[in-house]
């Protein structure tokens, strides 16, 4: 199966702005709910994010506010929108499937490190 493929990330300073973007191989993609995933140093990956088919979406209280998740069905394409970034949003970003069962195997992520 071909992988997810995340890119967009990059060194920035604290307040600064980035968008990470997502191209997914999952099958039957516009019916999925998405989820970008970040894992920070010594930490376990989490789910900060998903968005339903329907466009509906959750935040994890820490980016509530400063990052905004979207998809385009046609490209199998999910975006995360992230403002005001602060040095605890570093981490490697991971896109996925936001239900355990349907995820499939990881890509290599994209690293976004906040530093002044």
């Known amino acids: 199966q071909e992988p997810l493929v995340e890119s967009g990330g990059g060194l920035v300073q604290p307040g600064e702005s980035l968008t990470l973007t997502c191209v997914s191989p999952?099958?039957?993609?516009?019916?999925?709910?998405m989820g970008w995933y970040r894992q920070a140093p010594g930490k376990q990956r989490e789910l900060i994010t998903f968005?339903?088919?329907?466009?509906?979406?959750y935040y994890e209280d820490s980016v509530k506010g400063r990052f905004t998740i979207s998809r385009d069905n046609s490209k199998n394409t999910v975006y995360l929108q992230m403002h005001n970034l602060k040095p605890e949003d570093t981490a490697v970003y991971y896109c996925?499937?936001?239900?355990?069962?349907?995820?499939?195997?990881w890509g290599q992520g994209t690293q976004v490190t906040v530093s002044a």
């Open positions: 968005i339903y088919s329907d466009g509906n979406t």
């Open positions: 999952i099958t039957q993609f516009n019916i999925r709910a």
């Open positions: 996925n499937s936001a239900v355990g069962s349907q995820r499939i195997s």
